[in-house]
């Protein structure tokens, strides 16, 4: 009997799909083994592409504060069938997986599509997913799944490039390189390579034995961890909390609060972001062996 495959994601860009599909290639090339089904979740109303500047930066309490919206209901292949396997696709908006994701997850769908079935989770961010991971461990525990293994390609160029090429591309659609500044998002090298993943994945799916997997995946570039912007998303998620928290109390400021918040985040990007970065370079010996520790840690698919 062919085992079945899930391959679950959103994309607005159309990078996450590209990334999923060639992570599911190997998958695809055994179709006397496997049957491979695609689920791209799809909102009731979903968000523009490319965004109003205005929009996203609106997006920013409902995502961090998880506040799902109404999706369209999975087809009916997806909920009439048992899958073997899940490759999960999914973005970070806001140092959080993205509204589509947690609407997913929220919705009554999740469980029975989700339950007792190992999952292997993929994301296609800027570089900033280290703490939503953890998040999502949450999520996938509650929902009794069995995390597998992780993939999480990012774009490689320093953090202050990225930020500058994803608002170009997330508020006017372009992604490629211009003037000074180099193509936005993860390369279209490592996008087309990343079938080597899925090789790594069907051995071991083949072979009925995950452990390993997360390591092997490792090895082969799978899951960089640079320690900064651990510290910057910790730092992150707690500025985050309270502007969320303010934001959504105060409705009848919201637009005022936004227009605050945009200021404040670019303020933080770009001024206290390389304050956060003196202090980490200098304690570096210090915390060494914490650090590795971490890495370690945040490599793997464990959840504390
Ligand atoms: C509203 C919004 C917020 C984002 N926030 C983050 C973030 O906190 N960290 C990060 O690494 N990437 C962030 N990104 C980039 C996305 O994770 C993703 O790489 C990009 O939107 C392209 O994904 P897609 O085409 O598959 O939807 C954000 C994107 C959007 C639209």
Redesign the pocket.
């Known amino acids: 009997m062919k085992k079945n495959i899930l391959v679950l994601y959103?994309?607005?860009?159309?990078?996450?799909?590209d990334i999923v599909k060639n992570i599911a290639r190997p998958f695809e090339n055994k179709n006397e083994e496997y049957e491979v089904t695609y689920y791209n979740i799809r909102l009731k109303e979903d968000?523009p592409f490319p965004?109003p500047s205005d929009v996203?930066f609106n997006?920013?309490p409902e995502?961090y504060l998880q506040i799902p919206s109404e999706i369209l209901p999975p087809p009916a292949e997806v909920l009439n069938k048992k899958f073997d396997l899940i490759l999960f696709g999914y973005?970070?908006?806001?140092?959080?997986p993205?509204i589509p994701t947690i609407s997913f997850l929220k919705s009554k769908y999740a469980a029975d599509i989700l339950k007792d079935t190992p999952v292997v989770t993929i994301?296609?961010?800027?570089?900033?997913?280290m703490l939503?991971q953890e998040k999502l461990k949450v999520y996938l525990k509650d929902l009794k799944t069995q995390l597998v293994g992780n993939i999480a390609l990012?774009d490689r160029h320093d953090n202050y490039t990225s930020v500058l090429t994803?608002l170009r591309w997330?508020t006017t659609g372009k992604k490629e390189k211009s003037g000074m500044l180099p193509a936005a998002?993860?390369s279209e090298e490592e996008i087309a390579g990343s079938g080597k993943y899925g090789e790594i994945i069907e051995k071991h799916f083949s072979q009925d034995n995950f452990t390993g997997l997360q390591p092997e995946l490792v090895k082969n570039g799978a899951v960089e961890i640079r320690p900064f912007l651990v510290r910057v998303e910790k730092v992150g998620n707690k500025i985050f909390t309270v502007w969320s928290n303010l934001i959504i109390r105060k409705k009848e400021k919201r637009p005022l609060l936004i227009k605050f918040f945009k200021v404040y985040l670019m303020a933080a990007i770009w001024i206290i972001s390389p304050i956060v970065l003196v202090p980490h370079l200098l304690t570096t010996p210090l915390f060494w062996f914490k650090r590795k520790k971490q890495r370690e840690y945040l490599q793997g698919i464990n959840l504390k």
């Open positions: 959103y994309t607005q860009t159309g990078q996450l799909e968000f965004w996203f997006t920013f995502s973005q970070v908006w806001y140092l959080t993205s994301s296609g961010t800027r570089n900033m997913w939503s990012v994803i997330m998002g993860v």
